[in-house]
């Protein structure tokens, strides 16, 4: 459920109290803020850019569910709501120790508040898959194609259809490293993920080719979209419910 403390996914005991104390810590430099009408209106626009399985998100029924986005604790309200802008985020030092992987190429995500907004995110994303088997956080990516040369050296699990290239991460995905190497697979100028849960005869495969039947049924059977925000600073989360 959003809002709830990050489930601690990975480690020995010791390093799972490094990271109770890490994630208490930053719970104090972040909040959970909702969004109206406005957001609904960024998500239709980001979707109209996107590939195949955006199209068919576009046509969730998105003002029955909720929205919502992990923000620094003293963020202006007005700036929280121009979604197309950065400087959500505070300036990174220079200096400053990178934390993180993943989304993390964006400067100011290396900042204790930027990694903490990026935690909270990774960490939904790992607790939700480990709920069930049937559970997968599938990206678009906005840029890649079968035929080109990287594809071939990709470090995340993909399906595509026809020229399009989607990551997916599963129940066996669910710890913090694989959904660092799928946010970061993900990042680009336009950033579009489904968390779903699907019935057990549809298990994807890596490389699997699918069909436009099956991308149309994992967006009506989508729990949680990710959409960016705040120029790589940041995402909005849709909740069905």
């Known amino acids: 459920m959003i809002g709830e403390t990050p489930t601690l996914v990975t480690g020995n005991d010791t390093t799972r109290m490094a990271e109770w104390r890490e994630n208490r810590k930053e719970l104090g430099m ?6 109206g009408e406005q957001a609904f209106e960024y998500i239709l626009s980001r979707l109209s850019y996107g590939k195949i399985l955006s199209n068919f998100l576009s046509h969730l029924p998105l003002r029955s569910g909720r929205i919502i986005s992990y923000l620094p604790e003293d963020v202006d309200e007005a700036k929280s709501a121009r979604f197309e802008e950065g400087g959500i985020i505070p300036v990174v030092q220079e200096g400053t120790k990178e934390l993180a992987a993943g989304i993390m190429s964006v400067p100011v995500r ?7 907004t990026y935690r909270k995110l990774k960490n939904f994303v790992v607790s939700y898959l480990r709920e069930s088997p049937g559970r997968y956080a599938i990206f678009e990516d906005a840029n890649l194609r079968p035929k080109d ?4 050296r990709r470090k995340t699990q993909v399906i595509t259809l026809e020229d399009e290239v989607f990551h997916f991460g599963g129940a066996s995905e669910a710890n913090t ?5 799928l ?3 993900a990042q680009s100028w336009l950033v579009i993920g489904v968390l779903v849960s699907l019935p057990h005869h549809m298990n994807f495969q ?3 080719e ?5 991308l149309n049924f994992v967006a009506e059977s ?12 940041g995402e909005l989360i849709w909740a069905r419910r």
Do not use: H, R
């Open 30 to 35: 972040i909040k959970e803020v909702q969004f």
């Open 110 to 116: 290396k900042s204790p508040v930027g990694v903490a």
């Open 149 to 152: 040369p990287v594809f071939q």
């Open 177 to 181: 490293e694989s959904i660092d190497l």
């Open 183 to 185: 946010l970061s697979a």
């Open 206 to 208: 890596d490389g699997q």
């Open 210 to 214: 699918v069909t436009s039947d099956t």
């Open 222 to 233: 989508a729990d949680y979209l990710v959409i960016g925000a705040y120029d790589g600073e």
